[in-house]
């Protein structure tokens, strides 16, 4: 199965203490695997190769983190997923800002 922005929001399940998010999505015979990740900017016109952590609007592209590091592209067809707004929503409780 490949993991797709959809994916990830379909299985949105909150956010780490370090605010990244988590998902669990049915990954084959394996059953449901717990996946975190984030949007980041996808190093869009820098020259330090840094690549930060943002919310969706400003992405370039999805990182996962920890065991499944690689990065997949955003989905137009996501813009307005349901899982969007709950993400900025958990992201303003935990850090008091919002979109």
């Known amino acids: 199965m490949k993991i797709t922005e959809q994916a990830l929001l379909d299985g949105y399940n909150g956010k780490t203490k370090g605010g990244n998010n988590i998902s669990d999505i049915k990954w084959g015979r394996w059953g449901v695997t717990r996946i975190f990740w984030c949007y980041r900017t996808g190093d869009q016109n820098r020259t330090d190769g840094y690549n ?14 920890y065991d499944r590091v690689s990065a997949i592209p955003l989905q137009t067809d996501c813009d307005t ?4 707004t709950r993400i900025a929503t958990d992201e303003a409780e935990m850090w008091g800002v919002g979109l």
């Open 52 to 65: 930060p952590q943002c919310y969706r609007p400003n992405a370039g592209e999805i990182t996962m983190e």
């Open 81 to 84: 997923h349901p899982s969007v």
